[in-house]
């Protein structure tokens, strides 16, 4: 499996939490730093949160404070809790490696937050 597998996404209404997940390749996960992306309409795709190996985190200014990004090396899986979510953080969102890998885009997950 190239392709990351993300899901949980969905409607939520402004200061609400969505967690994100994504299933990914252990020949690849294992070795390498993962992150979540966005992509909003209109916008380029946006790298808004890494986790490395030894879980070590980095956040976009836009996002820090609010999404917490998580990765379980046994089930390689990739998180992204969501908390306090903006009327801006509409998007599809994407993990992938960091840097990313052309073919491991996938289908992506999407998010909106609207009253």
């Known amino acids: 499996q190239a392709q990351m597998v993300e899901s949980g996404g969905g409607l939520v209404q402004p200061g609400g939490s969505l967690r994100l997940s994504c299933a990914a390749s252990?020949?690849?996960?294992?070795?390498?730093?993962m992150g979540w992306y966005r992509q909003a309409l209109g916008k380029q795709r946006e790298l808004v949160a890494t986790v490395g190996q030894y879980g070590v985190t980095n956040y976009a200014d836009s996002v820090k404070g609010r999404f917490t990004i998580a990765r379980d090396n046994a089930r390689v899986r990739t998180y992204l809790q969501m908390d306090k979510l903006k009327p801006e953080d509409p998007a599809v969102y994407y993990c992938n490696t960091v840097p990313p890998r052309p073919e491991s885009w996938g289908q992506g997950t999407q998010v909106t937050v609207s009253s």
């Open positions: 252990v020949r690849i996960f294992s070795l390498t730093d």
